[in-house]
């Protein structure tokens, strides 16, 4: 059974980090394109960033370049979330998922995780 595990929330003051884990199980996580969303109360679920399966390219959004850094750990089947700089807009539920090609829309993906909670508050 193909499985995401999303690990690494919490509670973090304004500017400080957090590093949210990805963890899969049932399936080789390094042959598919993985994506991390975040969904805010009351607003859509949005692409945050992605690498692809191939040569390691990454994308971010506008509001995270500079801030966040994805990257992959075939070894250990994870990808993981590096976000610096944090910001109450950065608050909300995160999710990973795995597809098949590069995109922002929750379409694009078919495996998701069950989410971990960011909160950005002083």
């Known amino acids: 059974q193909l499985q995401l595990v999303e690990s690494g929330g919490g509670l973090v003051q304004p500017g400080g980090s957090l590093r949210l884990s990805c963890a899969a199980s049932?399936?080789?996580?390094?042959?598919?394109?993985v994506a991390w969303f975040r969904q805010a109360p009351g607003k859509e679920r949005e692409g945050v960033s992605c690498?692809?399966?191939?040569?390691?390219?990454?994308y971010y959004r506008d509001s995270v370049k500079g801030r966040f850094t994805i990257s992959r750990d075939n070894a250990k089947n994870t990808v993981y979330l590096q976000m610096n700089s944090l910001d109450p807009e950065d608050a909300g539920i995160y999710y990973c998922a795995a597809g098949r090609i590069i995109g922002w829309s929750v379409d694009d993906y078919d495996s998701w995780g069950q989410g971990t909670q960011v909160t950005v508050a002083s």
């Open positions: 690498i692809d399966n191939t040569v390691g390219n990454t």
């Open positions: 049932g399936f080789t996580l390094d042959y598919y394109v």
